[in-house]
């Protein structure tokens, strides 16, 4: 989703007064969606890939290690850490069947899949964020810390090499 350009300027303007700030923040004081933020984000903080990689994306990620799955309603911050479960298409859904991850996702309601790689709080994030056609965040995973509170180096050099097959030619 483009923004127009009165929405861009009043975006940034935001992004400029609240660095840092959650994504799902921005789009309501700007009254946008995300992917319009994401759009917004300085070159190569946000790179889009189409919402028919969620299988492969989600596959990738289920060999990772322990991640960090958020769901954000806005008056809820859900966050579960773990390996992701491998899952599998039944019954209309990709079903995770693991814990502490698990559920029933609708595949199909992902438009485009987005790799975000920005600072959130003061620290630096990697984040594989699930949009549907509305522009809003299904569910987002974060890579994993070590017991430093650093990105763990296999999980960025991973989210590197998906991002760049999935969107080939982009510049992080």
Known sequence: MTPSPNTAAAIRADLADHPGAALEDVAVRTETSVAEVLACLPAGEA???????????MAEIARWGEITLVMNTGDVILEAKGPLPEGRVAQGFFNLQGRPIGGHIRSGACAQVAFVARSLFGMDTRSVQFLDARGGVLFKVYLGRDAARALIPAQMTAFDALRARLAPGVMA
């Open 47 to 57: 790179v889009l890939a189409p919402g028919a990689a969620f299988e492969e994306v």
